[in-house]
């Protein structure tokens, strides 16, 4: 059985997770703007299958800014119809009605579809760069004269003498100081770069 550790940057804490599909959705968390705060196995629920009381322990219990919480479970697509697996969702589901919490099951076709969890794990290497304020300060500044700007083009605008100047620019992606678009294509320098709605950017 997988038994990995990965640390997570938005708790700070160490978890040891039972599957590689679990620790690539936990690096999603990470990412994720509207996620406050998340925690594994959260909770012990009790079910009956085939006459024996079992133990389910759902994989992660996520808390959220503005929406309710959820607890999620991570199975790969194949075996979702399995009949522990169907009992376990059913419990599931309803225990969380009980909690007022949302209940959802995450596939490796929705965590692992293209390019979205790529760039995020790309981006997730430049997280602990420390970015000089000027060079934060005139991103924001020539970004807010414009929706959007090619990623070349940028860190032609920016003065600066640092060699270090992509991956600043990566670092602010990944912290959500910049936005880009993530889903449809790898991360390159003809990607178009804007800044977030909080920090005066524009929704496009």
């Known amino acids: 059985m997988y038994r990995g550790k990965v640390v997570s940057l ?42 024996r009381l079992r133990t389910y322990l759902p994989d992660f219990f996520v808390e959220f800014y503005d929406q309710r919480p959820c607890v999620v ?8 119809d399995h009949p522990k697996n169907l009992k376990k969702f059913s419990c599931g589901e309803s225990c969380c009605e009980k909690l007022g919490y949302r209940y959802l099951v995450k596939t490796d076709e929705e965590i692992q579809k293209p390019y979205l969890l790529e760039n ?40 600066t003498e640092s060699k270090n100047l992509l991956v600043f620019i990566y670092s602010l992606l990944y912290a959500g100081k910049l936005v880009t678009e993530l889903t449809h294509t790898p991360i390159h320098l003809k990607s178009y770069i804007w800044l977030p709605l909080e920090f005066g950017g524009k929704n496009v």
């Open 120 to 159: 995020v794990k790309f981006l997730r290497r430049f997280n602990v760069v420390v970015v000089p304020l000027e060079v934060q300060t005139q991103t924001v500044e020539i970004l807010q004269h414009g929706d959007r700007l090619r990623l070349d083009h940028l860190m032609r605008m920016i003065q």
């Open 10 to 51: 938005k708790t700070g804490k160490i978890f040891f997770l039972r599957s590689y599909l679990e620790a690539e959705f936990l690096k999603l968390l990470d990412f994720d703007p509207s996620v406050k705060t998340y925690s594994y196995e959260a909770f012990a629920w009790e079910y009956d299958f085939n006459g």
């Open 73 to 80: 479970e991570v199975k790969p697509r194949h075996q979702l």
